[in-house]
Structure formats: structure tokens, C-alpha cells
């Protein structure tokens, strides 16, 4: 059963940091592109940061600068790096996998983990 868990989601105050990370069983990503996305209560999800196979990442305007992807294939697992974190980017952070490409379109996704809570607040 392919299934992807995220983690490191939690309280942090403005100008902090975080890491996601999100784990892979039952399959390997080594052939797959990894998204991360965000959506905040209601507002629609929105692509953050991906990765493909071969290493090549996109961010959303919003976070260039501050947020970095990563993969670790030996761990079958993937990363984001948050910094600099504003009140804005609270919202649940889920990561998604496609075949190789990356793509910052939630629909281009089919297999989703099941979210991790980041809320930045004082």
C-alpha cells in the first residue's frame, strides 16, 4: 500500500523554523517527483515546493528564499526546509508524489499523505 506521512508541523513564532519531513512506505521515490502544498482554512491548496527525480525544484513566489526542498532517496524521504516563517504561511502542509516532473498543480497529483499542522503565531 503506497502511503506518504508527514511530520515536524507545529507552533512556532514569526521569523522561526520549521522542517516537514515526509515519509514513503510501500514504494520507492526514487522515480517520483515529490510537491509539497498548503492550504489554509478556507482558501483553496496551493503548491509550495517540488522536487523531481533528477533534482530540479520550484517554489511559489511566496516562499522563494525562504523554503528549500530536498529528497533523500536512502531514506525515502522527503524535506522542507522552513525559514523566516510569517503568519501567512499557516495552514496544513501536506506532501503528494507524482511520476518524475514536478508540478506545482494539486490536480497533476494522486497520492497524498495526510497532512501536518504549521501555525505561526506570537
Known amino acids: 500500500q503506497l502511503q506518504l506521512v508527514e511530520s515536524g508541523g507545529g507552533l512556532v513564532q514569526p521569523g522561526g523554523s520549521l522542517r516537514l519531513s515526509c515519509a514513503a512506505s510501500g514504494f520507492t521515490l526514487n522515480y517520483y517527483a515529490i510537491g509539497w502544498f498548503r492550504q489554509a482554512p478556507g482558501k483553496e491548496r496551493e503548491g509550495v515546493s517540488c522536487?523531481?527525480?533528477?533534482?530540479?525544484?520550484k517554489y511559489a513566489d511566496s516562499v522563494k528564499g525562504r523554503f528549500t526542498i530536498s529528497r533523500d532517496n536512502a531514506k525515502n524521504t522527503a524535506y522542507l526546509q522552513m525559514n523566516s516563517l510569517k503568519p501567512e504561511d499557516t495552514a496544513v502542509y501536506y506532501c503528494a508524489v507524482r511520476w518524475r516532473t514536478c508540478s506545482l498543480g494539486a490536480y497533476e497529483y494522486d497520492t497524498w499523505g495526510q497532512g501536518t499542522q504549521v501555525t505561526v503565531s506570537s
Open positions: 522536487i523531481s527525480t533528477g533534482g530540479i525544484t
